[in-house]
Every structure is written in structure tokens, then in C-alpha cells.
């Protein structure tokens, strides 16, 4: 299957603005992009149905005319851990329930573009974490990792667990959150020293909800020839 499972270190760490915008760059190539985010925490009501904002950023990045549902279909409003929140809304996951979610619909030919919730070992479902989705899947990983000070620590325990797992890692993306950031440091350049995935450095973007940063482009777009 050609795909990609996109993961973090953390919560909170752009995974969806960075997946957004890959599946806007992989559209453009003529594939047909499948974006599934197959459980959504944090999830708010929209006239009495839970809307996974996320899942919809995804799903109009995609731009394959899918429901939000297909994309989406076990949104939660608990803001916890994805196996927490199903459990309580009385709500019992498997991995199969997961797996399931992420190819329907899925033909050949298609790019299936996978987002987990939380970081990489965060429980998605009974005794599953993201890690577990990726290897049940067959997808390669993309780790999202914050561009600010203490991320090598995150971000080299991740590829030791990818590693472990017998999963590749695409690439590391270092994604930077705030403008302010200190001279001295090049996380970029440090990992690139430990490890030999290829690591993007992804300058800060205020608006990147409906395009990709014109700065973004060159640097996503050098990862995807060992993806399509």
C-alpha cells in the first residue's frame, strides 16, 4: 500500500498542519490522497454531532470528496488519550477497528495519509498504540518533532522505538511553533548527526490552514520520491 502514517513526539506538535499540507503537495502530483485521522479526541458539537477539527483540515487538504465520517469516524470529546476517551464514551477499540477504518475506501493506486493521536507510543485502543496502527498498516513513518530546545531527547527516543518495531522512518520534520528562536540552535544539524533518515527544518508559518508555505514546499516536497 502506498502510504504514509504521520506521528510526533508529543501532542500539540503540528501534526496536522504538517500532514495537511503534504497531502496538498502529493494532490497536486495527480494521486488520489486518502486522509484518515481514525480517532479524534477534543472533539467539539456541531449541532449535537462531535466535529474532529483536525479530521477536517485533513479532509479538505485531501481534497477526494470523502466524508468526514470516512475520514474520521470514532470522534471523542474527552480531551485525554484516544483508548481513555472511547472508553469513556462506552466505546471499546481494537486495532482492527482501526485498521479497517484506514482502508475503506482506500483503492489501489490511492495514497493512504495516516494521522495518529498523540505521540508515537500514545494509546489509540485496547492494548494499541500509534506505533502498533503503523506496523498493522505497512506504512512508513514521518515523526513530527517541535523545533525548540529538548526535542533531541523526544525526537531520538521516537527513532529507537521505530527502530525496535521494525518500522522505517520517512523522515524526522522539525517543526518550528513560535518566530522567536535561539541563535545558537540547529536541532536540524544535531540529529542529522545521529541519525540517517533525512531531517526537514520547517521555518514557523502563521497561516497555513488552506495552502503550504511557499518555504515549506521544496523542503516536504524532497521526501516524497521515496514515498510515491
Known sequence: MRGLLITGTDTGVGKTTVGAALARLIAA???T?????????????????LRPADAALLQAA???????????PYPFEATVSAERAARLAGTRLSL????SACRTGVAAGDFLLVEGAGGLLSPLAERTTVADLARALGLPVLLVVPDRLGCLNHALLCTEALVARGLRCAAIVLNRLAPAHPADLDNADDLSRWRTEPVIALPYAAEIADTVPEDWRPRLASILPGLL
Open 33 to 49: 490522497v486518502r486522509a484518515r485521522k481514525p480517532v479524534e479526541t477534543g472533539c467539539h458539537s456541531d449541532h449535537g454531532r
Open 62 to 72: 485531501a481534497g477526494a470528496n470523502e466524508s468526514l465520517a470516512t475520514v474520521c
Open 29 to 31: 502530483r495527480g494521486f
Open 96 to 99: 482492527d477497528d482501526l485498521v
